[in-house]
């Protein structure tokens, strides 16, 4: 079964610039999430999608940030512009469905702002 | 916010003891999960506990649940210098969202 699949991996990006990252849930996953994690710091639920709508996304700075599930399967976040606490590593995980299953996580994407 | 709070922020043990964490959490759930972060990679899925389960084992792994204390633990036995990791719980709050504490940082040294 092939996994969460986020590119790139690394990116680095000056403040005010814009990003994007993308997910590739596993196949027949109705549940994505995207989480920020700081470093030392616990992963902070941004936006859960279920299927192409939005569940929750009460913490993602909207004035910023956006994200988007077309078609319920791949996913997009973006940040425009990002400033330098954007700093962080972006995680991807995808569930079989709402509040039954665990949670499959990608490898991430790590961003620097500087 | 149903966050789970891991205790102790972290923990240094030798090689072969058991290793303890803990996770609190503030209202009902649905079912509470525990995860292991290695540096620099992503989070692994180690056990999930409904709400109306009391206790599961996984290999080392003993996870148990006390709702009406609204807390979880960790039990790791015969630790291994491969268990060095963050670990972190996550409460599932009936689908509404999903979300993790600030994690337990286990070092076990050789």
């Known amino acids: 079964e092939a996994g969460v699949a986020q590119s790139p991996r690394y990116k680095i990006i000056e403040k005010r610039q814009s990003v994007a990252f993308w997910c590739n849930p596993i196949s027949g996953h109705a549940t994505l999430y995207w989480y920020q994690q700081i470093l030392g710091q616990g992963p902070k639920l941004l936006i859960q999608?279920?299927?192409?709508?939005?569940?929750?996304d009460s913490q993602l700075p909207k004035d910023r940030f956006s994200a988007e599930r077309l078609k319920g399967v791949d996913s997009t976040l973006k940040i425009q512009p990002a400033k330098l606490e954007d700093s962080a590593v972006y995680l991807c995980?995808?569930?079989?469905?709402?509040?039954?299953?665990?949670?499959?996580f990608g490898q991430g994407t790590r961003l620097t702002v500087v | 916010s149903q966050q789970g709070e891991e205790d102790p922020q972290a923990l240094s043990i030798q090689e072969g003891e058991n290793a303890t964490m803990n996770c609190s959490y503030k209202t009902s759930i649905n079912n509470l999960q525990w995860y292991r972060q290695n540096s620099g990679r992503g989070l692994v899925h180690l056990i999930l506990?409904?709400?109306?389960?009391r206790e599961k084992h996984s290999g080392r792994l003993r996870v148990t649940l006390d709702t009406s204390k609204k807390s979880s633990s960790l039990l790791i036995t015969a630790s291994r210098a491969a268990d060095t990791a963050s670990y972190f719980c996550?409460?599932?709050?009936?689908?509404?969202?999903?979300?993790f504490g600030p994690g337990t940082r286990l070092s076990v040294l050789p």
């Open positions: 995980a995808s569930s079989l469905d709402l509040g039954r299953d665990k949670a499959f």
């Open positions: 996550a409460v599932d709050n009936y689908g509404q969202n999903f979300v």
């Open positions: 506990i409904r709400s109306n389960e």
């Open positions: 999608f279920q299927n192409n709508g939005v569940v929750d």
